[in-house]
């Protein structure tokens, strides 16, 4: 009788261990480029909770002690929208911001959006334009399309048409609503510049 169990408890241990590996796996923190790609992506509160919230004390320390950008700013949208823990919107812009400050094009993109917006902060178009900018000039497509869109409504400075211009005019997508919007960014953008400055916006990104 014994004997015939012993194959079965011997599966069900094994059953167990390879659950035990399964467990080990998901808990196993992201690296910074993943964790990026995930933001880029906004799949980064998303993969959180997939994780069943398991990494929250780890990502904590990334953020508050260590001070990684990436992970700051994953910490700040998790306290912001109270994803896996209490919410807390000071703390979680707090946390965006030290992202921000650090130079990730994600966060300022985020915090620039929510200041054009007006959400979870003051709406305060011309500190979007400063954020935007500077995530637009580290190459953050979005950051880009959403600057051009102030730029159009009249914010901004005129002596940044160019940049802006520049940039979407070399934008690559595969997204035919992305580009749809490049295209109707660039025809509003030609209506507030000088012929000469269209142009020269149109130059190689390269030169």
Not at 9 to 18: I, N, R
Request: proline share 3%; aromatic share 8%.
């Amino acid at each position: 009788m014994f004997k015939s169990l012993f194959p079965l408890m011997l599966l069900s241990a094994m059953a167990g261990f390879a659950s035990a590996q399964e467990e080990l796996k998901a808990v196993q923190l992201y690296s910074q480029d993943e964790l990026i790609r995930m933001i880029n992506n906004n799949a980064h509160l998303d993969r959180v909770v997939q994780d069943r919230c398991q990494l929250v004390q780890d990502i904590e320390a990334r953020a508050k002690t260590l001070m990684v950008p990436a992970y700051q700013f994953l910490w700040g949208d998790m306290l912001a929208w109270g994803v896996c823990v209490k919410r807390d919107v000071e703390k979680g812009i707090y946390y965006m911001n030290e992202a921000a400050e650090q130079g990730l094009p994600a966060a300022l993109e985020q915090l620039g959006r929510y200041h054009a917006q007006g959400k979870l902060v003051q709406q305060d178009k011309e500190r979007a334009v400063v954020m935007l900018r500077e995530a637009a000039s580290l190459g953050n497509l979005k950051a880009q399309i959403q600057l051009a869109d102030l730029f159009i409504e009249g914010y901004g400075s005129p002596y940044d048409f160019v940049d802006a211009y520049h940039w979407l005019y070399n934008a690559v997508t595969g997204d035919d609503a992305t580009h749809k919007k490049i295209a109707n960014c660039l025809a509003g953008l030609e209506k507030l510049m000088h012929p000469k400055a269209v142009r020269e916006a149109r130059r190689p990104l390269d030169s």
